[in-house]
C-alpha cells in the first residue's frame, strides 16, 4: 500500500539508500564507476494485472529486492503484470511498460523508480557519503513505496516491527530487544504451532501444561495472555492459539509491556508475545500445504487471497486448517483441531479498512509424562506407562471478530482505530497424581472443568509525522478500553479409594474421567467477574540528525474489578518509557531503556480482598550491528528486571486464597544473529544467559541459566542441485531444577536435542522430509513437579509438501 504520510523510519531508510546508492548510479564525470548491476540470474515471477504499487511490492518480495519510489510517481497507475522465469531488470520493464516510468539500478539488489524527466541536481551533501557530483535530490521526495529489504523480511532477518510501538519502526531505532520469528524461519523449521518456533528465542523458556497446551517464559516471567496485531488478548487466549499458516510473522517483546495495554494477570513483566496474522492482498495467494507424521498426525491447510475488483482496492483472505492424529507417544489420543480465519479489507485513496472473522477448536492431549516416586529422576515411573486415561485432554474453543480502520486526516495526521471481540469456551479431563513419594505409593484423582470467557477490546490512535528542523517526530496520542467478563466456572475431583502402588503396569490403565462419579460443581471466578482496563498514553518517537533516536511514552492506566464476593476495586497509575538510541556508524546501534510494569492482580487474599497491585522496573542496554550488508543482524542485551513481589501457591480448597510472594529479581544476558552470510546460506542462533533471584533466599525452579540455539538452512545454489535444500540445528540448555510437592527440590540434566530436514524445491511445489530428536535421547521440559515430569522420548519423522496453485 503506498503511504500518504511517511514515518521517520521510511524517510532515514530512503536517504540512507539513495543518497548513497543514487550517488553511485546516477551519470556522472568520466571517471565515475559503472553503475551496477542487479543480481544475475533468473527468478521465476507471478504477478497478475494489478495496481503498480502492490505490483512493485509483489517483485521486490518474489526477486528479493528492494525497490524505492515516490508515491507521487506511482499513484493511480496500473501494470499489466508479468510472469515466467525472468531477470529482474525485465521483469521490472514489463510492469513498468506504458506507464512512463524508468528505473535505475543503484546496487546489486535494490532499485529506484522515478520519472523519465527526472532531472539531476548539480550536488547534494549526505552526511553518509559526502558530496557526489550530479547527484539528484532526494530529500524533496514525499511519501514512498519501499519493498523487499526495507519493509519485509528478507529470510531470517526482520527488518522492521510495529507490535513494540504501535507504528512501523526500524529495530534498529528501538531502544529495546525484539526478536521477530519470520515467514521463511518457520517454513524451514518445518513448524506448524508458535510453540515450535518461539521455544528457541533467546531469553524464552517453552513450559509444558498439565491437561492444556505450551505456555512460555520471557525473561523468566509468564508471557501473560500475549497480544494480536498488537491488540491485547483477554484471559486465555495465548492457550489457544491459530496454526502458523495463519501467521505472517511472531515478535517477541521483551520486557515489561504495560505500556501497551497488555495487563494479564499472570504476569508479563517479562515480555509478551504478539503474532502478526496474514491480512488481504491485491497479489494473488493459492497456497496449499499438507504434512503427515507418525505422531503429529495429518494436516491439512489452505491460504487464499487476492482482488475482488479490477482496481485491486478490495481484496480478500481466507485461510484454513485442520489436523488429527492418532496417539501420542505414551499412548493419549492425539491432537485434533481446527480453523478458519475469513477477511476483508478495502484501500482507498485515504481510508483503509480490514474487517475479519476466526474461529479455532483446538484438542490437545495431556503432554506425555512421568511421576517420581522418590528424589530424583532415577526413580520415576515407566516411560511406557501410561499415567492415566487415552482420554485426557483439554479442549478450547475461539470465536473472534474484530477490524482495523485508519484515515489520513490531511498529510501530518492520521486517526487509527482498532477492535476485537472474543469469546472463549474451555474445558477438560484428566487423572492427576500426588504424595508421589509418600511410602512409594500415590493416589490418582479424577478431576473435570469447564470455563467460558468473553473480551473486548478498542484501540483509538492520532498519530503524525512531521519535521522540526533536524527534528523528526513521529507522534502518536490514543485512548484503550478493555473489559473482560470471566463467566462461571465448574470443575471437581473425585480419589480413586486406595492409593496405587508405585509398581505401575503399561496395561494397566485408569478407566475415563467421564466413568467415574463426578458431579461438576458451579463456583464464580477468584476476585470477581468483570475487568475493565482503560489506559490513555501518549508516545513520541524523535530522530535527532542521523545519530540520535529518542523513545518516550506514558501511559494513565487504570483497572477496575467488580463482581463476585469481594467489592469493587480500582487502581490506576502512571508508567513510562524512555529509551535513547546511538548511531555512531550507519549499520552500528547503541541503546539503553527504561521501562516500567504495572499490574492488578485478581487474586484474593486471605482477607478477602484482591491482592496489592505489582510493580516491576527494567532497565536494558544493548547494541545492533548490521552485517553482510545489511542481511543479517548481531543483537546483543542485558537486562535486570525487579519484581517489588510475586504470587506464591493458590489455596485449592475453600475459600480461596493466595498470598503475596517474596518478589524477585531477574537479570541476563541475550545475544542473537539472524540472516544470510552468503548466497543460499541463512543462519538464525541465540544465547541466553540467566540469573533469577527470589527475595526471599528461596531457590527457583524451572530456570536454566544458560541456553543455546542454532538453526541454518542452505539452498544450494545453480548447478545440479539447485532444486534441493537442506536446514538442521540444535538447541541445548544447562541443568536446572524440579519442585517436590512436599517441599524441596530434584535435579533435571542438562538437554541437548537436533533436528534437520531436506527439501526438494519445484516450480509450484515443495516436499521437505524432517527429522526430529535426531539422536533419539531423552528430552526433560524445563519445568517439572515430583508429580509431573514432561518428557519426550524418541526419533520421530515428518513429511510435509505444499502447492502453489
Not at 498488537?230 to 515489561?256: C, Q, S
Not at 477490546?457 to 502518536?476: K, M, W
Not at 521501562?595 to 505489582?614: H, I, K, M, Y
Request: hydrophobic share 40%; charged share 20%.
Amino acid at each position: 500500500m503506498t503511504s500518504h504520510h511517511p514515518t521517520r523510519w521510511r524517510r532515514q531508510a530512503l536517504i540512507a539508500c539513495m543518497a548513497w546508492g543514487v550517488a553511485a548510479a546516477w551519470p556522472g564525470p568520466a571517471d565515475a564507476a559503472p553503475a551496477p548491476a542487479l543480481v544475475s540470474g533468473t527468478t521465476h515471477f507471478a504477478i497478475p494485472a494489478q495496481p503498480l504499487s502492490s505490483a512493485l511490492m509483489a517483485l521486490g518480495r518474489q526477486a528479493d529486492v528492494q525497490v524505492l519510489t515516490s508515491s507521487a510517481a506511482i499513484a493511480g497507475q496500473r501494470s499489466t503484470g508479468t510472469s515466467g522465469s525472468l531477470k529482474v531488470e525485465a521483469a521490472l520493464a514489463h510492469l513498468l511498460k506504458g506507464t512512463g516510468l524508468d528505473y535505475e539500478v543503484i546496487g546489486k539488489r535494490t532499485v529506484v523508480v522515478r520519472q523519465r524527466d527526472f532531472t539531476p541536481a548539480i550536488s547534494y551533501q549526505s552526511p553518509l557519503s559526502g558530496t557526489k557530483p550530479s547527484v539528484p535530490i532526494v530529500s524533496v521526495l514525499d511519501a514512498v513505496q519501499v519493498s523487499g529489504l526495507v519493509l519485509y523480511d528478507v529470510g531470517f532477518l526482520g527488518k522492521t516491527t510495529r507490535g513494540a510501538t504501535r507504528t512501523d519502526a526500524q529495530l534498529t531505532d528501538l531502544p529495546q530487544s525484539v526478536s521477530i520469528v519470520t515467514r521463511d524461519l518457520m517454513d524451514s523449521r518445518q513448524a506448524f504451532e508458535v510453540a515450535d518456533v518461539v521455544r528457541h528465542v533467546a531469553g524464552v523458556d517453552y513450559v509444558d501444561g498439565f491437561g492444556g497446551p505450551p505456555l512460555f517464559r520471557i525473561r523468566g516471567f509468564s508471557t501473560g495472555n500475549g497480544l494480536t496485531d498488537g491488540m491485547p488478548n483477554g484471559v486465555a487466549r495465548i492457550e489457544d492459539l491459530p496454526p502458523l499458516i495463519g501467521i505472517e510473522r511472531v515478535e517477541v517483546l521483551k520486557g515489561p509491556e504495560t505500556i501497551l495495554g497488555e495487563a494479564s494477570v499472570a504476569n508479563n513483566f517479562g515480555g509478551s508475545v504478539n503474532i502478526v496474522m496474514k491480512r488481504p492482498q491485491a497479489e494473488p495467494v493459492r497456497h496449499l500445504l499438507f504434512s503427515t507424521g507418525r505422531y503429529d498426525g495429518t494436516r491439512l491447510g489452505i491460504d487464499l487471497a487476492g482482488p475482488l475488483d479490477q482496481q485491486g482496492r478490495l481484496t480478500y483472505r481466507m485461510v484454513a486448517a485442520g489436523n488429527r492424529a492418532g496417539r501420542t507417544v505414551q499412548g493419549y489420543h492425539g491432537q485434533r483441531s481446527g480453523y478458519l480465519a475469513p477477511s476483508l479489507a478495502w484501500q482507498g485513496d485515504t481510508t483503509q479498512l480490514l474487517l475479519g472473522l476466526e474461529y479455532i477448536d483446538n484438542r490437545v492431549p495431556v503432554a506425555d509424562h512421568t511421576v517420581l516416586f522418590g528424589p530424583s529422576l532415577a526413580e520415576s515411573s515407566s516411560f511406557h506407562t501410561l499415567l492415566g486415561s487415552p482420554d485426557d485432554h483439554a479442549r478450547f474453543r475461539t470465536r473472534r471478530a474484530f477490524y482495523m480502520a485508519e484515515q489520513a486526516l490531511g498529510d501530518t495526521w492520521s486517526l487509527r482505530s482498532r477492535g476485537q471481540y472474543v469469546s472463549q469456551h474451555s474445558n477438560g479431563q484428566a487423572w492427576a497424581f500426588a504424595d508421589t513419594q509418600r511410602f512409594g505409593l500415590t493416589e490418582a484423582t479424577a478431576s473435570t472443568y469447564r470455563y467460558a470467557d468473553a473480551f473486548y477490546t478498542l484501540q483509538n490512535e492520532l498519530a503524525a509525522s512531521f519535521d522540526q528542523g533536524a527534528l523528526v517526530h513521529d507522534v502518536l496520542l490514543g485512548i484503550d478500553y478493555a473489559r473482560t467478563h470471566t463467566g462461571n466456572s465448574a470443575a471437581s475431583g473425585v480419589v480413586t479409594g486406595a492409593a496405587i502402588n508405585a509398581e505401575l503396569q503399561p496395561d494397566n490403565l485408569l478407566p475415563s474421567v467421564k466413568s467415574q462419579d463426578v458431579t461438576l460443581m458451579r463456583t464464580r471466578p477468584l476476585g470477581g467477574s468483570w475487568s475493565s482496563n482503560t489506559g490513555i498514553f501518549a508516545q513520541d518517537q524523535l530522530s535527532i540528525g542521523e545519530s540520535w533516536n529518542v523513545l518516550a511514552t506514558v501511559r494513565h492506566a487504570t483497572y477496575e474489578l467488580t463482581g463476585g464476593d469481594a467489592p469493587a476495586t480500582r487502581r490506576s497509575k502512571w508508567v513510562s518509557r524512555l529509551g535513547v538510541v546511538y548511531k555512531p556508524a550507519p549499520d552500528v546501534s547503541l541503546y539503553a531503556s527504561s521501562n516500567t510494569g504495572f499490574q492488578v492482580d485478581a487474586l484474593l487474599g486471605e482477607d478477602g480482598r484482591p491482592l496489592p497491585p505489582s510493580v516491576s522496573r527494567q532497565i536494558e542496554v544493548g547494541t545492533k550491528l548490521d552485517l553482510f550488508d545489511q542481511r543479517a543482524r548481531l543483537t546483543a542485551a542485558w537486562y535486570r528486571i525487579r519484581l517489588d513481589h510475586s504470587i506464591n501457591r493458590i489455596s485449592p480448597e475453600p475459600p480461596h486464597f493466595a498470598e503475596p510472594g517474596p518478589g524477585q529479581t531477574n537479570s541476563g544476558v541475550e545475544i542473537e544473529f539472524q540472516g544470510q552470510v552468503m548466497p543460499g546460506l541463512d543462519v538464525s542462533t541465540s544465547y541466553t544467559g540467566a540469573r533469577v533471584r527470589n527475595h526471599d533466599g528461596s531457590l527457583p525452579y524451572g530456570a536454566p541459566r544458560h541456553q543455546w540455539n542454532a538453526w541454518a538452512s542452505y539452498r544450494f545454489q545453480p548447478g545440479a542441485l539447485q532444486s534441493w535444500g537442506v536446514a538442521g540445528g540444535v538447541f541445548a540448555r544447562s541443568r536446572t531444577r524440579g519442585r517436590v510437592e512436599s517441599g524441596g527440590y530434584f535435579a533435571i540434566p542438562g538437554q541437548l536435542s537436533a533436528e534437520a530436514n531436506l527439501t526438494w524445491y519445484g516450480d509450484a511445489w515443495s516436499a521437505t522430509l524432517g527429522m526430529k530428536n535426531l539422536f533419539a535421547r531423552t528430552l526433560y521440559a524445563v519445568n517439572a513437579e515430583s508429580s509431573f515430569v514432561p518428557v519426550r522420548e524418541g526419533r520421530t519423522f515428518l513429511l510435509s509438501a505444499t502447492y502453489d496453485f
